[in-house]
């Protein structure tokens, strides 16, 4: 697949929560978990948010098409990874990959010290392969004021704490 990965502009954001939506289908096949292929996904307004602030890529085929996205959001020495989502004609061939590699020479170029996310634990396209990608587990005890908050936040929001972890990449 001839992918490119570019910063996304405004008139991306209405086409994301439909790529959110597909790359959630992907959670019908995983038991106990079938519920996330239709739950909420970020609204076009949080999406431009993020467009505003240069912390979201897409992925655009040669058609045009976009296959996929990655919105994130910079703080003190990390940049956050709110959201990667793959549609899901295109998974399983490397564009997730190319999205997170975009982020990661961002947030170098950017002088941050890491790129962190929170994701399901025994999802095996969750922890388990950004685990391949470099990213390591962050216990309880390490997890920074930030991150306790975020999955403090996903636990309000219905989210089970026990099937949840923070995972950071140092840069």
């Known amino acids: 697949m001839d992918i490119r990965i570019i910063r996304a502009e405004e008139q991306h954001a209405r086409l ?3 790529i959110e939506r597909s790359a959630g289908e992907s959670f019908l096949h995983v038991p106990g978990y079938e519920w996330i292929a239709s739950d909420d996904v970020m609204t076009v ?3 431009l948010k993020l467009i505003h602030k240069g912390t979201v890529w897409v992925a655009r085929g040669a058609d045009d098409h976009l296959w996929g996205f990655l919105s994130a959001e910079a703080f003190e ?3 956050h990874i709110w959201e990667i989502s793959v ?3 295109a ?3 490397g564009v997730g ?3 997170m590699s975009a982020a990661e020479g961002f947030a170098a170029q950017q002088g941050l010290k890491a790129l962190s996310l929170t994701t399901f634990r025994e999802v ?3 922890a388990p392969y950004y685990a391949r990608l470099g990213y390591e587990v962050l216990e309880s005890a390490a997890l920074d004021a930030r991150l306790r908050a975020v999955l403090a936040d996903e636990a309000a929001a219905g989210l089970s704490a026990d099937s949840r972890c923070a995972m950071i990449k140092h840069l």
Do not use: C, I, T, V
């Open 91 to 93: 998974q399983r061939q």
């Open 97 to 99: 990959r190319k999205l």
């Open 87 to 89: 549609h899901r004609d």
């Open 124 to 126: 095996s396209f969750n």
């Open 45 to 47: 307004g949080a999406h």
């Open 77 to 79: 020495d990390a940049l």
């Open 16 to 18: 994301l929560p439909g």
